[in-house]
């Protein structure tokens, strides 16, 4: 079984990885990354200290970035099963999140776009013919594939094709009490609607696959660390606890759950 992890060298996408491998010690785990971390895999003495099988150095912002990784996940596996995706940006070196109109800078507007909201579109847009070929690997499943070494539905034990993002309960825009951070929260809520849009295509064309944006908690990372002041200390949580959580969600769902907005303890969110 093959699962690939976008942005896999995240404080959450990491832990992500941790926690399937942990939980099913036999799957095949794909991460792309812009660089290589340290901790990848060295090919010249298969070092390894990290839950990741095979790292890419993928452009997700970028089409044919995206489209080249497609190839080579259909070269090199034939299909995937699940697709994760934990890329996200809230600040920058040089720019906060705004806190009032006046702040707003169109690069960093444009930024938090491309980089929050596009790597899932193209990544739906290049990876459904690998999630449907999974789906009909796994409606055959019995029959020898040559390929699988791990139960296809070793993650949700039903045949679903998971396709998650990890997005932000402050897209959500029936839940914006607080107002701020405009440009985070508008490309949070246009993923969203790019995720929401693509379970109804899918519905017609992957009726096996279940689109979902998971909303994961404050989590101590360095995408939160500036945030984290006001936090109660029970409510930041760890990247290892709210893997955890995302990976039970995920091993949760059926292609009934597609469209959904899905916090880290199950609770469905407003859209
Ligand atoms: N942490 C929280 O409290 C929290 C709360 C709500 C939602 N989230 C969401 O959770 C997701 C994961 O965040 P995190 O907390 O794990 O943050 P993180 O530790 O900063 O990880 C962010 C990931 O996104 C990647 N990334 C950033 N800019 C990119 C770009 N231009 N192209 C490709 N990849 C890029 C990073 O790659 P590099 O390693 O190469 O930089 C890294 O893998 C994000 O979508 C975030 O919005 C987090």
């Not at 508008?186 to 979902?212: D, F, H, Y």
């Not at 955890?244 to 959904?260: E, I, M």
Request: glycine share 8%.
């Amino acid at each position: 079984m093959y699962i690939l992890i976008a942005g896999a060298t995240g404080g959450i996408g990491r832990a992500i990885a941790h926690r399937l491998k942990q939980t099913i010690p036999d799957v095949t785990l794909i991460g792309t990354c812009r660089q290589l971390p340290a901790s990848a895999t060295l090919p010249d003495t298969g070092a390894k200290s990290d839950a990741i099988d095979h790292w890419l150095v993928v452009d997700l912002t970028d089409d044919a970035s995206v489209a080249t990784l497609a190839q080579t996940l259909s070269d090199q596996f034939g299909y995937i099963n699940h697709v994760i995706n934990a890329v996200g940006l809230l600040h920058t070196a040089d720019q906060q999140p705004e806190k009032t109109v006046q702040k707003i800078e169109p690069d960093f507007f444009l930024q938090n776009m491309q980089v929050n909201v596009l790597p899932s579109l193209l990544l739906a847009r290049y990876c459904a013919p690998l999630l449907k070929q999974a789906s009909r690997l796994t409606a055959g499943e019995g029959v020898q594939t040559g390929k699988a070494s791990t139960p296809m539905n070793a993650l949700t034990g039903n045949g679903t094709q998971v396709f998650a993002t990890v997005s932000a309960k402050v897209g959500s825009i029936e839940d914006n009490r607080l107002g701020g951070w405009y440009s985070y929260r508008s490309s949070k809520a246009a993923l969203n609607m790019g995720l929401k849009t693509l379970s109804i295509e899918w519905q017609r064309t992957l009726p096996s696959a279940c689109v979902v944006a998971l909303h994961p908690g404050t989590t101590d990372t360095a995408l939160s660390a500036p945030f984290q002041a006001r936090v109660p200390a029970e409510q930041l949580f760890s990247p290892a606890k709210t893997a955890q959580y995302l990976v039970d969600v995920v091993a949760s769902l059926t292609p009934k759950d597609t469209g959904s907005f899905i916090a880290f303890d199950g609770e469905r969110l407003p859209w």
